[in-house]
């Protein structure tokens, strides 16, 4: 059985910051797995934000947060995290954390084994 759970979502004004962090609780190590990010707004459908190989040398991101968010892994901790910078409204959403074996289409959210209840990230205007 794996478990992910985010923390550090809540609410900043537009061109704040915001870090959120996923714990993995599995048997397998941690390092096993490719993490990444992903976040769903009211109405639209869940999309890709980040991800993150299992040595954290490789990050990549969606265009839309590249050069605002960065992802990093500390496999000593079983954590993943997404520091979130210059904030916009539409990057409200709840942000989720998923879990999978290392593969392609590390942005299509369908190749997630695992997946936590996700945090709310809200950025007004």
């Known amino acids: 059985q794996v478990q992910l759970v985010e923390s550090g979502g809540g609410l900043v004004q537009t061109g704040g910051s915001l870090s959120v962090s996923c714990v993995v609780v599995s048997e397998r190590a941690f390092s096993a797995y490719t993490m990444g990010w992903f976040r769903q707004a009211p109405g639209k459908e869940r999309e890709f934000v980040a991800a993150i190989d299992w040595s954290g040398d490789n990050a990549y991101y969606a265009d839309s947060v590249k050069g605002r968010f960065t992802i990093s892994r500390d496999n000593a901790e079983n954590t993943v995290y997404l520091q979130m910078n210059s904030l916009k409204p539409e990057d409200t959403a709840v942000y989720y954390c998923?879990?999978?074996?290392?593969?392609?289409?590390?942005?299509?959210?369908?190749?997630?084994?695992?997946w936590g209840q996700g945090t709310q990230v809200t950025v007004s205007s």
């Open positions: 998923g879990a999978r074996f290392p593969g392609s289409d590390y942005d299509e959210d369908y190749t997630y084994d695992y």
